[in-house]
């Protein structure tokens, strides 16, 4: 008989509510939960996906022991008995860095993993930790910790009340919105303008997201840290800014200073963006009741990465829209872990160690997983040999793909917990398969402060998972206490503590009581009302916790801290976009026969690894080079040719799609193909390949500061193949 039950989908940062329909343990339907108050109905074509993948016959559903290139079935105990062994082994001979631990994007969206998370990267005690974060949100993060003194204090846009959203480099209605939880985005957005609110996207794609805005504009990718500085000039030069109500800042002499020189006219040719344009786009920011500037992953990870995000927090704090209803405002959500380290400046670590092989500064224990494939391949003290891959593909992810490949094969161990034996994990010695998706309860730990209204939603497993397998958080937990039992005698005393510690603080004890002790939550008096984890079991569609509020600047006032708008490292960091600017005014005059590489999400897509879901990769090719008519023309190439695309460290070849949807001189390539390779067991998207950007992608690139890889606008050559 088959019954309905309230669910979350885990894939993406919206977190939407479902309503899964179930017969025994089998996934029937899946559908938007119309009563989820963020995503009210919403879900979008990959939430079929989950059911597929719960069934997925290529799923790893016990734990395996490589043989050469065969797989053998092995007992949990024994698997776990081995992972500890050898990785002790490679920490007794080598020290603790020697054991590199990398969390993939999945991770993030596991509240479970991400509560044991830390217990492992203790137990591992190593410096040459990485997420996939330093290929997505690091810059951010970074610009959060030098302003505001806290990584993770992220501001995000107040969609639902600003009169004037200017997206840079973002793509919401294809992903779903990133640092910024809104499920339903194309609604919100139709919402918005029905309302009389303007979207403006800054782009070097005409997007989808560009379709549904008042005005696109293209910028040449990369150029976004001058538009700022050019719409801080207009801004400050014409007297628009809201000095008068400005909150405690420190810096805005030196921000006058920086912008100075860059006028409209000299920024303008170099970001292929008229000067009119420029000031329009600042007069209209700065005019408008409450505006918002959102950027995301285009203007994250690229060369100027970190100067683009502070630059836009600047744009919104000289405005008067930061910390203000409509501006850029920050959640308060029911369990936040992250506030008492805060409140320890726990948060703001940068740079107290760099990575062995690159030399990358760590921010917050973790150091950028750019410099991987260095660490393994450069000889001394600090060398990575073996590595604890969990839920990523940097196989696939990671610029220079294939040197990141070679350096994960020379290892002398490597541990993978994942559901599929992909390009990354075929390459593990030991593989231990977690539960997925619907199999394991969900709270959006990482998500709800983020989200554009405060809210909170707790879900149990509505499925059961494959007997073989075990949640990502007991894997941890287990190896954690493995690990620490072969360090003699304090390490036997460490683990006894560990483990009574965990039998009380299991995932679900140590989300109740931040949930009890947060804003919302009942505190310590049984009696009183307010937020519980109970209370959240008890409504699975999830409840809304009304809109943002502003506190952060109260806060920080109570505090005695000020906002610093113009940070010592970020000022200098200018003089390295200076040098670009001046490179690129000389470039411009000449034919460049490079053009500069840009990436693209599908909307059923979800990085590497939804291409083995046949209704999710069905069809038309989805991995093809988008090139403007006049690029291709010169170049001999027409609509579905064969095209060789190429870098210092390497070719792919794609079929070329002519679209005047990109600028003249940008080529877009999705990321995330390139399957079909030996020894992986992807049977539905080994049919279908594609390339990988990330094997053309120069790891050369870096936002030098934050030492985020650079994944947009690299320089590529393009020729019929
Ligand atoms: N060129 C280019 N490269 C990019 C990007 C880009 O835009 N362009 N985007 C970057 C971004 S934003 C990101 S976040 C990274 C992602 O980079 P990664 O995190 O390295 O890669 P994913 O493709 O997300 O792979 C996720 C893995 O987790 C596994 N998995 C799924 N669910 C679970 C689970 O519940 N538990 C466990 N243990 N495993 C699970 C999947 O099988 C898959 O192997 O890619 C980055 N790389
Ligand atoms: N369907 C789907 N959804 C996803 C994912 C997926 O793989 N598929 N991945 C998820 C993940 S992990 C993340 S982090 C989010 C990311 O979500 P978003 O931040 O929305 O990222 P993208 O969709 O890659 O959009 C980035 C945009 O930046 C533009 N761009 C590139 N370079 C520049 C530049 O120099 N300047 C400017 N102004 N724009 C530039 C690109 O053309 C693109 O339109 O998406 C999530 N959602
Ligand atoms: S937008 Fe799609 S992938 Fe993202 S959470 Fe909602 S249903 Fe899942
Ligand atoms: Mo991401």
Redesign the pocket.
Known sequence: MSNVRFGMCPL??ASCGLEVEIDSNRIVSVMGDALDPMSRGHVCA?AHALADIHNDPDRVTSPMRRHGTAWQEVSWEEALDEVADRLHSVRTRHGRNAVGLYFG?PTAHSHTALLYGATLLGALGTRSYYT?NSL??LPRMLASALMYGAATLIPIPDLDRTNHLLI?????V?????LMVAPGIRTRLQELRARGARVVV????R?E?AALADEHHF?R????VFLLLSMLHVILAEGLDRRGALPSVDGLSPIETAVERYTPERVADAIGMSEETIRVLARSFAQAEHAVCY?????CT?SFGTLCCWLIDVLNIVTGNFDRGGGAMFPRPAADVSAPLRRLGLTNNFGRWRSHGRSLPELNNEVPVGSLAADIETAGPDQVRALVLHAGNPVLSVPNGRRVERAIASLEFTVAIDIYINESTRLADVILPPSFGLERPQYPLLFAPMAVRNYAKYVDAIVEAPPGTRHDWEIMRDLSLRMLERRGALGRVAAAGTSAVSRFLEPEDILSTAIRLGPYGRGLNPLAKGLSLESLKANPHGVDLGPLTPWLLDFMRARKQVVDLAPRPLLEDLARAQAWLDASTEVAAVESSELLL??????????SWLHNVDAMTRGRDRCTLVIHPGDAASRGIENGTRVRVGSKVGNVEVAAELSDEVMRGVV?LPH?WGHGRTGTKLSVANERPGASANDIIDDAWLDELSGCSVL??VPVTVERA
């Open positions: 993406c940062e990959k994007n996939a997505d949100g840079l480099g973002a793509n919401p294809v992903s779903n919105g990133s800054v782009d070097p794609r997007t997201t910028i990718p990369g150029g976004d950027g995301r992953l285009g203007a690229q840009i990436g693209r999400r599908d909307p059923r897509t979800n990085n877009s995330g947009s606008g």
